[in-house]
């Protein structure tokens, strides 16, 4: 059954808290006021105009402990007892006492090295129009703080490994529409990412696979996961075949595919089913300040940590069931908790357990059933010492008990005077509230014992008196004069003695100091005024409901949780907004409560009045009041809904996680901050032939071959890894268990906490065995090509030009007849070309190797001598070049081939030009940046058709052995070497007939 504070009582109706508590008396009623403080689960206290404490309720006092500060803080002020605060937080105070509005923060602390965020609001209590007090509710906010962190660490944590897989991963939905896709699809491919989630997987699939698609997604749906082989196509057409491993997932709250594709062209086998990852939280266990376990579902210790071990003592737990190390009532209080843990899913529960040094502890226990993906679940344990917590409140009970005893032994004043007010005796109270010793009250005239202002008063109550009155009288309130002359308020009842004939013979006087009694209305009257503006302003739903199960007050929380009008909950059954389901375990805690039993925190779910549901997180304490008796309940629920939802994230990104985890085909291997190995993935048996259980606590550089210990303490200490957080496709030379060595790829990561602080490292390992063997025999071939590229363009040329001087010297005869003087022209004119070949595939295969010795040129320098020696090489032509510029020269930065760029791309112009008189049109202009320069060579020749634009340029590239030369191709390679590109165009747009115009953009010196 769910519970509330005072406060919601009080909003709701504040007329309800006086008719409740009028029935007591005033110092009951305060106390009720107490108890219901304490029971809230915000800390509180109260400051007056001049910053002194008078009130902190006992969340206050526990938070007090916890910063190991002194509890004796009534009647301080928050300078004197919290010195570390700065003037600050004193201006905030005096800011609501002149305001008279409520002020929220929100800061951080640092307690036992734990991170506590808390909430902390100043609210005003106004009393005649001023505000005489501030109330501070301190809320601990650490627990939403952190489970918002772990899921953002999560979703980190998984971007990183999904992003750092060398393997393909897409998610995509049952229609194949690509929903996320890593960096390496994104690579292989050719496309962004942005690209790829606007295409489906039947774009990146060749027309084979994409026929298998509808069997292979029924196979998926049917089984869940899937394993086969398929060829993808990228953007630039080209086929691999990759082997895929896909499985169902939830993705965004929908299923989803997710596939996870090796490129099989270097690598053609996969590993086999990956075993389930081992937890790793032992790290995070041990540095937990309690004890931290792990049971199975029969109660079977599996696990201790580092507390359990070397402050209890208790590291043979492990193995053992609970009934074989605990006594037989403890072991079944234990195993209870196990059970219930395992049926609702968390248990809480006070335990005690004597550690080593015999101390015994007591621990605040919270058990929570761990699901896996086979067999029972296990039970886990988290537990905190509040030892000294219950010490504390162990003691407040006793002096709450020694101060109930001194209250009911207090009696009042008692004088006896004779009949002119002269006194004759005095009780040993009135000793103490006068403060003069009975001599000294004996013979003084009663009057002379108040205060001048009430001498009068007195006198006439004197006067009034008379033998025929009743013989007591109540009614006057005065003042009264101390000894050292301090005065206070008392009220006094006044006895007339008499004689048998009616004469007085004195008179006997009653009184009680009212100081208190004055103050504590006062403070009555503003307590009510605070507790009423605490039940407004606190953030969680308060319910007060009495004993008959009815609401008898809820706050605007309340009604805003259950979504309901405050008139459709007061008088109503509280029950009515609890599930069926759970109603039997609600009714068992109010059971509990009446037993006088603690029901600890817990969760449920209550019912809005739209029939909808919504999660709460429930406190329910039982307000008593005199004699014990129970009053009401008293319940705070707090909305659970976002954390929740935040949980969910987690645990379903965690999953993701670990799909990945399990899937990926590279090894993976995690150090903490000494280099000492915390966990690998089942990759890793395949990759070095260790179990994953071998490992764990290693060295890193167990897995380096020795030749690599050097350069792994350099790139563990690398100041680009530390500066940019990794390092991506690096080589390294790695050793199996049976000393076999393998070269590997590997990619590293740096892990850092919340602060930044360097905390390990992530390794991706991929064997490139196959790679660096393809790698050597590729490079071997290109060297056997560069060779007999040499061997045959310089022979080659060598014969070509025997055969040309051959031809020139019969050309020169006279007597060969004019037949074959044409046929030996043609041949002549051939051969030319072929030695231009070879010259040009020499320079082709010399820019490939020849290093940059960059210098400056003039454009139109260059141009000109390039003008002239193609005039040279065709010599029946005449060769006219115009040159069109802005009027200044054009400065390039090139090399020793820079004059063949011109040279090919004007020589490509005149000879394609059928006419003799050959007219080329060249300009140039820099871009508006100032950084690029564009020249055009515009010729008047057959021009190039529209389908041949592309392939001018590529002619090793396409494979083709047609056309006359590479002339183009050499110029295509010069232009990228200095870092430009090269294309052709009309020189009519439109009109290919009308001449080719090839366009060359260059960058200009900075």
């Not at 929100?106 to 506590?116: D, F, G, I, P």
């Not at 010599?875 to 069109?884: A, D, E, F, G, S």
Request: proline share 3%.
């Amino acid at each position: 059954m769910v519970i509330r504070s005072f406060e919601t009582f009080a909003d709701a109706n504040s007329n309800v808290v006086p008719t409740l508590i009028h029935k007591s008396a005033s110092d009951s009623r305060t106390d009720q006021y107490a108890l219901i403080l304490d029971a809230l689960g915000d800390a509180i206290h109260v400051v007056n105009r001049d910053l002194q404490i008078l009130f902190c309720n006992k969340r206050f006092l526990d938070w007090l402990t916890l910063l190991d500060l002194s509890p004796d803080i009534l009647g301080k002020t928050v300078k004197e007892a919290f010195p570390f605060l700065d003037q600050e937080v004193m201006d905030q105070y005096m800011q609501v006492f002149n305001t008279g509005e409520t002020m929220v923060t929100v800061e951080e602390n640092s307690v036992h090295r734990r991170l506590v965020v808390t909430e902390t609001r100043k609210i005003p209590i106004m009393h005649d129009g001023q505000v005489v007090q501030v109330v501070t509710v301190m809320r601990d906010l650490t627990s939403e703080v952190e489970a918002h962190n772990a899921l953002v660490e999560s979703e980190r944590e998984y971007r990183m490994i999904f992003d750092t897989a060398a393997d393909e991963i897409y998610i995509h939905d049952l229609n194949m529409r690509i929903l996320s896709a890593n960096v390496a699809a994104c690579t292989r491919l050719g496309y962004s990412r942005s690209e790829l989630t606007r295409m489906t997987i039947h774009d990146i699939v060749d027309s084979d696979s994409r026929a298998a698609i509808p069997d292979r997604l029924a196979r998926l749906t049917k089984n869940g996961q899937l394993s086969f082989e398929s060829s993808h196509v990228t953007r630039t057409g080209e086929v691999y075949p990759v082997e895929v491993k896909a499985r169902l997932l939830e993705y965004r709250g929908e299923i989803a595919v997710m596939s996870i594709a090796r490129d099989l062209t270097v690598k053609k086998s996969i590993e086999t089913e990956l075993e389930e990852l081992t937890q790793r939280f032992e790290v995070f266990a041990d540095s937990v300040p309690g004890p931290v376990f792990i049971k199975d579902s029969h109660s079977v210790n599996l696990y201790v940590n580092k507390y359990m071990r070397e402050v209890l003592g208790l590291g043979d737990w492990v193995g053992k069931h609970t009934s074989d190390v605990l006594p037989s009532d403890k072991a079944a209080e234990l195993i209870a908790t196990d059970v219930r843990a395992l049926e609702e899913g968390h248990a809480e529960a006070i335990h005690t357990l004597t550690g080593k040094d015999g101390t015994t502890r007591h621990f605040q226990t919270f058990k929570f059933s761990i699901p896996r993906a086979r067999g029972a679940p296990l039970i886990g344990g988290i537990s905190i010492d509040v030892t000294e917590l219950e010490r504390a409140e162990r003691a407040l009970r006793e002096s709450e008990t020694r101060y109930r005893l001194l209250y009911e032994h207090l009696s009042d004043a008692l004088f006896l005077t004779d009949a002119q007010g002269r006194v004759e005796m005095a009780g040993k109270m009135a000793e103490v509230m006068f403060r003069y010793s009975s001599a000294e009250l004996i013979g003084m005239m009663f009057t002379d014992l108040m205060a001048p202002e009430s001498r009068e008063q007195v006198t006439r109550f004197f006067q009034d008196a008379s033998c025929r009155d009743a013989i007591s009288r109540v009614g006057l309130q005065a003042k009264g004069l101390r000894a050292d002359g301090s005065t206070f308020s008392l009220h006094m009842t006044n006895n007339i003695r008499c004689d048998s004939d009616g004469r007085p013979l004195g008179y006997q006087f009653l009184i009680r100091d009212i100081t208190d009694s004055q103050m504590k209305e006062e403070e009555l009257a503003r307590s009510e005024s605070m507790y009423r503006a605490l039940f407004e302003q606190n953030n969680d739903a308060v319910f007060i409901v009495r004993l008959d199960g009815t609401y008898a007050a809820v706050n605007n929380q309340a009604c805003r949780l259950l979504d309901c009008p405050e008139e459709r909950l007061v008088d109503h059954i509280a029950l009515d907004f609890v599930p069926s389901s759970e109603m039997p375990l609600a009714m068992e805690r109010v059971e509990r409560l009446m037993r006088g039993e603690e029901v600890p925190l817990f969760e449920q779910q209550m019912v809005r009045c739209d029939g909808s549901r919504v999660p709460v997180e429930v406190k329910v304490s039982l307000i008593r009041g005199e004699n014990d008796q129970p009053l009401f309940y008293q319940t705070i629920v707090r909305d659970i809904t976002k954390r929740k939802m935040s949980e969910s994230e987690l645990r379903k990104s965690q999953q993701q996680l670990q799909v990945i985890f399990d899937t990926i085909h590279d090894g993976i291997v995690m150090a903490d901050e000494h280099m000492t190995i915390v966990a690998v993935n089942p990759a890793v048996k395949r990759l070095f032939g260790y179990e994953p259980e071998d490992l764990r606590g290693k060295p890193y550089d167990l897995l380096l071959a020795p030749a690599q210990h050097k350069q792994h303490d350099a790139v563990a200490s690398e100041d680009r890894l530390l500066r940019d957080g990794f390092l991506d496709q690096e080589t390294i030379v790695l050793v199996r268990k049976n000393g076999e060595t393998f070269p590997a790829s590997y990619s590293v990561s740096v892990i850092r906490d919340q602060d930044g602080s360097f905390k390990g490292l992530i390794g991706s390992i991929r064997d490139i065995t196959d790679l660096t063997r393809a790698q050597r025999e590729l490079e071997e071939a290109r060297s056997r090509a560069v060779f007999f590229n040499d061997l045959l363009t310089h022979d080659l040329n060598n014969i070509h030009q025997g055969v040309l001087v051959g031809l020139e010297l019969l050309l020169l005869d006279d007597t060969l007849p004019s037949s074959l003087r044409g046929q030996i022209s043609v041949v002549f004119e051939q051969i030319r070309r072929a030695i231009n070949l070879t010259v040009n595939v020499r320079k082709l295969s010399n820019i490939e190797r020849t290093p940059r010795l960059d210098h400056e040129y003039n454009l139109r320098v260059a141009l000109g001598e390039a003008a002239h020696l193609v005039r040279a090489a065709f010599p029946h032509k005449v060769l006219t070049l115009n040159i069109h510029s802005d009027g200044a020269d054009a400065i390039l930065i090139g090399d020793e081939f820079a004059l063949d760029l011109w040279y090919n791309l004007l020589h490509n112009a005149v000879k394609f030009d059928p006419s003799d008189a050959v007219v080329v049109d060249v300009s140039f202009v820099r871009s508006s940046d100032g950084k690029r320069l564009q020249v055009r060579v515009m010729d008047h020749g057959p021009g190039i058709r529209d389908e041949m634009k592309s392939h001018v340029f590529d002619r090793l590239e396409s494979g083709s052995v047609h056309g006359r030369g590479i002339g183009l191709t050499l110029a295509k390679r010069i232009t990228e070497r200095y870092g430009g590109r090269i294309w052709v165009e009309d020189r009519v747009s439109g009109d290919p007939a009308q001449g080719a115009c090839m366009v060359v953009e260059l960058p200009l010196p900075i």
